[in-house]
């Protein structure tokens, strides 16, 4: 049974950083693709950055170059840093899990977590 816990979430000022954290638990990092979705106040959820069993990463146009995706396979736990946020950031983010290949279409994801809540404002 996939369990996903994010953690590290908050409120911070444009242009500030924070640093995601899921602790996941029955997950075989070689066979399931990671992933951070968002969604804001009356959006839909849309994907942020994924993170393949082989190691590719991909990111959404918007987050590109500001937020990385990593892992700790000894500590079961993913992570997304967020730098340079800005307003427009603003949302809850999950992570997710897939076994197999990865999607950008968050309907095709089982596993979810609860989500934290990021807020980015002046």
């Known amino acids: 049974q996939v369990q996903l816990v994010e953690s590290g979430g908050g409120s911070v000022l444009p242009g500030g950083s924070l640093r995601l954290s899921c602790a996941a638990s029955?997950?075989?990092?070689?066979?399931?693709?990671m992933g951070w979705f968002r969604q804001a106040a009356g959006k839909q959820r849309e994907r942020v950055s994924l993170l393949s069993s082989g190691g590719s990463r991909t990111y959404a146009d918007s987050v590109r170059g500001r937020f990385t995706i990593s892992k700790d396979n000894a500590k079961n736990v993913l992570y997304l840093e967020m730098n340079t946020l800005k307003p427009e950031d603003t949302a809850m983010y999950y992570c997710a899990a897939r076994s197999g290949y990865c999607s950008g279409d968050p309907n095709r994801w089982n596993d979810w977590g609860h989500g934290t809540q990021v807020t980015v404002s002046s």
């Open positions: 029955g997950v075989t990092w070689s066979l399931y693709c």
